[in-house]
Every structure is written in C-alpha cells, then in structure tokens.
C-alpha cells in the first residue's frame, strides 16, 4: 500500500521570502513522486516529479524537490515566493505497475502576504 | 494538444436527477482517471481505467454512481439518481504507459439542489 502525509495544511510567507512545503510518503517499491499544484476554482498543475532518476528535481516556476530515501521525505521548496504562488499544493505518490494509480496528499495552502 | 477536456464546466441538478459528467483524454494516453474533490474529503480516486477496462472502481461511493469508456477518446461518469451530498467538483485526468504523471481537465463544478 502506499500513503502520503503532508504535514502542514497551511502555509503563510511574505513575498520574497523562502517556502518549505513538507511530504512524507509510504510505499513498499520505489515510487513516482510529484508536486501538483491547483489554483483557485482551476484544475490541478503538475510542478515536477521524481521518477528515480536526480534526487533533486525542479520543476516550473522556480519549485525544486528533493527525494530523500533515507527520510521517506519529498520536500517542495522555492527560494523566493510570489504572489502568484498562493494556491493549494498537492504531494502525490503513484505506482507505475498499477495503471499508475495515484495517492494524493491532503494538501497544504499557501498564502502570500505582501 | 487541448488537454483534457471535461464537459459541462458547471452543473446544477435538482435532487433526483440524472447528472452525466463528459471526459475526452489525451490522444494517446491509455489511463484514465475520475477524482472528486470536496472541502470535507480532498481529492478522492473514484475509478480509474487502463486501456478502456476498469481496473478499480472501489473509491465509487455506491450504486448511484457508474462510469463508462466506451473508447479511448471518451469516458462518461453518471450518477443516478443525484443527491445534495454529491456536490463536488470532478475531475479528469489521464496518462499514459511509458510515463506516471497524470494531466488533468479543469474539472466539473457539480451543484445538486
């Protein structure tokens, strides 16, 4: 079976300042982990993913992510947030050898203050 | 390519209803996925298809809820008959063999009263 766990359902950061977005997952293979994100009344983004290759992945929009095995650990990060960067992130494992069924974390929002 | 087109955007029934909610995949993606998304329950996996087969139909909440892909270029989800509990926005997405991520649709924004 395999699980995702974002530890926070809430983000605040002023513009300009660094975001840290935490996911842990659960998996007995090697998974295909992602990043989506979802804007308001819009439809879900893919920001990156890792797929056993760099450990270190980035994705659009200035978001990286780093696969820790060892932590079981997918951190989202970005250096410097943007206005535009207030929506609802979404850490995803999913399992190639079945049909690529993905499992959604519970999300975490992001607010950006000015 | 357009994406994944999902059709109607938005959806207002009356309770009893037959509502039929529309997908169209990605030309060329042979997975196909329904989600539903609400405030109280986040995203949830309803049913998934691979090449037009349902693989796992067990996150459809119950009898009321059915879907079809008929081919690849098309895949239906009703629901019959429709409750206010059913509010939710649906989504859509697919993907396909040789990669793992899904693209999805701008969902369907479905309003039962």
């Known amino acids: 079976a395999q699980s995702v766990t974002q530890l926070d359902s809430h983000v605040s950061v002023s513009e300009g300042t660094p975001v840290l977005l935490r996911c842990n997952y659960s998996s007995s293979y090697s998974p295909s982990l992602f990043w989506y994100v979802q804007h308001p009344n819009k439809g879900l983004q893919l920001l990156l993913k890792?797929?056993?290759?760099?450990?270190l992945v980035k994705g659009i929009n200035g978001f990286e992510a780093e696969f820790k095995k060892s932590e079981t650990s997918f951190h989202l990060t970005k250096p410097s947030a943007h206005m535009s960067d207030a929506a609802e992130y979404f850490c995803v494992v999913t399992k190639k050898a079945a049909g690529n069924k993905l499992t959604f974390g519970g999300g975490t929002r992001v607010l950006v203050k000015p | 390519d357009a994406g994944v087109i999902q059709s109607p955007r938005h959806e207002v029934t009356e309770m009893g209803q037959e509502v039929t909610l529309r997908c169209k995949p990605i030309?060329?993606?042979?997975?196909l996925f329904w989600y539903r998304q609400t405030m109280m329950r986040g995203l949830e996996l309803l049913i998934y298809?691979?090449?037009?087969?349902?693989?796992?139909d067990s996150g459809m909440p119950e009898d009321r809820f059915s879907a079809k892909m008929p081919n690849a270029s098309f895949s239906t989800l009703k629901i019959q008959p429709s409750e206010p509990r059913d509010s939710a926005v649906y989504f859509c997405?697919?993907?396909?063999?040789?990669?793992?991520?899904?693209?999805f649709g701008q969902g369907t924004r479905l309003t039962v009263v």
């Open positions: 997405a697919s993907g396909d063999s040789m990669n793992t991520e899904a693209f």
């Open positions: 298809f691979n090449n037009n087969v349902p693989i796992d």
């Open positions: 030309s060329g993606h042979n997975s």
């Open positions: 890792y797929t056993s290759a760099a450990t």
